[in-house]
């Protein structure tokens, strides 16, 4: 299973525009690549999920090279409330692997 | 529309008792996944159930076992208990077993083991 590389953290303020890049160099070829949002003390929340190219949703955009070795989870004009662990991971169809979270990255937005 | 239910939302227990925590899938899943939280770690994998069977595990003892009902809900139960398995747990829920069908976590069960 392919394994994730990200920042440990990242600090912005309100109004800016976030790039979070995760690196996945062994990424296997059916693997899709996901991102997933945790608030302390919930569960982890599916944000957006691609396999090449640019995928955009309400929430957020990713953009994966076509080498698929990294990708990476932009928001735009973040506020608050976007301070969270944010976590890359990748998978796909694969018999007997598990679907790994890496420590993922601490976003911080301040005012 | 019920999203993942989780029960109890918080349990205190001694080592070496068991422990069985629940979950009820979204409506329309088919497929439950475990996860354990230690703080300030990401979720670690435990086992993944469909059809009722365990169809895949992480890397977890025996201790950790499930069940998947005919309804689709759930059970983790964890044996001899130790102060390292103290740690939020989480259930997934999502339609089909790919790693790609996105999963829908519930607010977990905070374990405390004294």
Known sequence: LAKTTQPISMDSYEGQEVNITCSHNNIATNDYITWYQQFPSQGPRFIIQGYKTKVTNEVASLFIPA?????????????????AVYYCLVGGIQAGTALIFGKGTTLSVSS | DAGVT???????????????????????HDTVSWYQQALGQGPQFIFQYYEE?????????????????????????????????????????????????EQYFGPGTRLTVT
């Open chain 2, 53 to 101: 069977e365990e169809r895949q595990r992480g890397n977890f003892p025996d201790r950790f076992s499930g069940h998947q009902f005919p309804n689709y809900s759930s059970e983790l139960n964890v044996n001899a208990l130790l102060l390292g398995d103290s740690a939020l747990y989480l259930c997934a829920s999502s339609l089909g077993v790919g790693w790609q069908d």
């Open chain 1, 67 to 83: 080498d698929r070795k990294s990708s990476t989870l932009s928001l735009p004009r973040v506020s608050l409330s976007d301070t």
């Open chain 2, 6 to 28: 989780q029960s109890p939302t918080h349990l205190i227990k001694t080592r070496g008792q068991q422990v069985t925590l629940r979950c009820s899938p979204k409506s329309g």
